[in-house]
């Protein structure tokens, strides 16, 4: 598949970023805390460093949102890049492979082009709006599960949760009542790309931030799935809880998680 140059630029800087990952990966001198249990590390902060210089040669005017600093100057463009340069960071710390890059392009209000790289797991997941969505090169599609009882869901708890833990471990309970199993990642991305390629067939999640999900979006879309928040509207990237499924458990999901 040929993309255009934003694309192509996101999966070049996504590239660039995991080259720096790699290069830490069990061997870190020193992790610092955001919060409580809320690590990040030099990692985080080169390979969002490499991200953004990458995408600036090409778009110097566009718009940046990012992790480790999320206040960048603002342009007049209708561009914006959302990115989180180590999706994963409590993975990353421990030495456990399950960790990426999320690289999501938004055009006004709409994401547009997508990159999770998982670099350890040698795992290239690429989207761009009305093309498709592929991993490794090869295109993908959601799951045709459409039974509770035979579906495979993932989600993941939000920093917050020691302090709220109901509504978390409510959602949990329910929904692990009804389906054949459970599975916790600890990447919302990586997530949501394993919903897109069929081998979830739901994820959801609240406390997400815009840089966890903005690539998913796209990824999960161009792969037939729908997204939605709690509420089954359409206040996902900024809106802090999401629901991603293959469509044909969505109706269900949403009932569960308003109960």
Not at 31 to 57: F, L, N, W
Not at 128 to 149: A, P, T
């Amino acid at each position: 598949m040929k993309f255009n140059k934003y694309t192509d630029t996101a999966v070049e800087s996504a590239k660039a970023g995991a080259k720096i990952l790699l290069k830490h990966l069990n061997n870190l001198e020193s992790i610092e805390y955001k919060g409580k249990i809320d690590p990040v590390t030099i990692a985080d902060k080169q390979s969002q460093k490499a991200i953004i210089s990458t995408i600036k040669k090409s778009f110097p005017d566009h718009n940046i949102i990012a992790e480790e600093k999320d206040t960048f100057k603002k342009t007049e463009s209708d561009y914006c890049w959302i990115i989180d340069p180590l999706d994963g960071t409590v993975n990353f710390v421990h030495g456990v492979p399950s960790f990426c890059i999320s690289i999501g392009l938004m055009h006004k209000k709409e994401i547009v082009s997508a990159v999770i790289y998982a670099p350890a797991l040698n795992e290239l997941f690429v989207a761009e709006k009305g093309k498709g969505s592929f991993l490794n090169g090869k295109k993908i599609q959601v799951s045709k599960i459409n039974k509770m009882l035979r579906a495979l869901p993932v989600t993941g708890f939000p920093y917050y949760a020691q302090e709220k833990p109901d509504r978390v471990l409510k959602n949990f309970k329910n929904i692990m009542m009804v389906t054949q199993g459970m599975r916790r990642f600890g990447s919302a991305a990586i997530d949501m790309a394993y919903v897109a390629c069929g081998r979830f067939d739901f994820f959801w999640e609240e406390g997400l931030k815009p840089w966890d999900v903005a690539a998913g979006i796209l990824i999960v879309k161009e792969a037939g799935g729908k997204i939605s928040d709690y509420n089954n509207k359409n206040d996902y990237l900024f809106g802090q809880t999401m629901v991603a499924s293959n469509k044909l458990l969505h109706g269900r999901i949403i009932k569960i998680l308003n109960k």
